[in-house]
């Protein structure tokens, strides 16, 4: 397994941002090999955001990303908010979390 953890910084619109967000959430779940995500805001900023989504694998992560209609959805994040996205592996885990 893989987790995919995007800090969004909104700029735009907020609430457009959150509808963007849930467009591309809707997607992603729909894709092979996505087992599940977890939204977080900032207590401090509410313009900063963190997405982790789980996946299978690194393969599954990125098959959905090239496809063309994740390309089309993205692009309406751009003017909302700057990402700054990475893909990470499990090197320790506790119980009870997650």
Not at 3 to 12: A, D, S
Not at 68 to 78: N, P, R
Not at 93 to 98: F, S
């Amino acid at each position: 397994m893989v987790t995919f953890v995007n800090k969004l910084t909104v700029h735009g619109d907020i609430d457009r941002f959150l509808a963007v967000k849930d467009r591309l959430t809707a997607y992603m779940s729909s894709r092979p090999g996505y087992i599940g995500h977890e939204a977080l805001r900032h207590l401090g900023d509410e313009r900063v955001f963190l997405e982790l989504a789980v996946w299978e694998d690194a393969q599954a992560h990125a098959d959905a990303v090239r496809s063309e209609e994740f390309q089309a959805l993205v692009k309406d994040l751009g003017p909302l908010a700057t990402p700054e996205p990475g893909l990470y592996e499990t090197v320790e885990a506790a119980p009870g979390v997650r």
